[in-house]
């Protein structure tokens, strides 16, 4: 099976364990905290097991899952160069538990250390985002067309996760920051495939982890959009556990973005 017959074949499957494991479950769970204090939900759970019973028969390789323990998911990410998929059950796990329709289910497939396939789906707005390394980015079967970006940094509409930055950039986002209009829903994978589709122009995050930048920063990729890191490194050969993230909707906007950001640091 080539890429793009898995990759259609994955859409199908994820938008399955949204419909069965996750939607019905949907504003009818209480939440638990995990021991750095995040949520999670029987729905998270339910959604993990489901997928890392379904993925493999998909593609034979081993599910590397966010509710997994540190170790679990090191070990596996040592001994499956050749293929892991990397599972975000739910992402924005809090937005889920108030009620708010900005989550969704990431899956990305990757060998090597990069991500060959990747599918977000937001299942409120029944949106699926996809992606092929080399083959270009999706929205519900129809192709990317990431153009019409701004023309100037001041239009700009830029998510950013001032959580995790550090230093001056939290204040200096909201208050001395080039671009035109602030936004942060709460769910990385969906800011990516924002980002990809347009509908923000920048993205700023301190850190990242795996399962959120696995299948979203593929698909932005694939998208046309341009990634970097806190660090000015390759994107993909940055921290792995840990991923900061500097990307934009094309390069007229990712060297001023990039600039400033490096100044206000």
Partial sequence: MNDLDL????????????????????????????????LFTEADLASQQALAVLLPRLAPHPV????????????????NPGGLWVVDPIDGTTNFVHGLPYFAISVALMRAGKSTLGVVYVPVLDECFAAAAGHGAWLNDQPIRNDEAPAHIADAVAVVEPKYLGGHLPARVVSTAPFGSLRNYGAST??????AAGRFDLMLHGAQRLWDYAAGALIASEAGCVLGTLHGVDYWSDTLWSRSAVAARNDALFGPWRQWVDQNR
């Fill in 7 to 38: 990759l259609a074949r994955l859409q199908t499957l994820v938008r399955a364990v949204a419909r069965d494991e996750v939607m019905p479950r949907y504003q009818k769970v209480a939440a638990g905290k995990k021991h750095d204090g995040s």
């Fill in 64 to 79: 590397l899952g966010e509710e997994m323990t540190a170790e679990e998911q090191q070990a596996l990410w040592d001994s």
């Fill in 190 to 195: 969906i800011d990516w495939c924002y980002l």
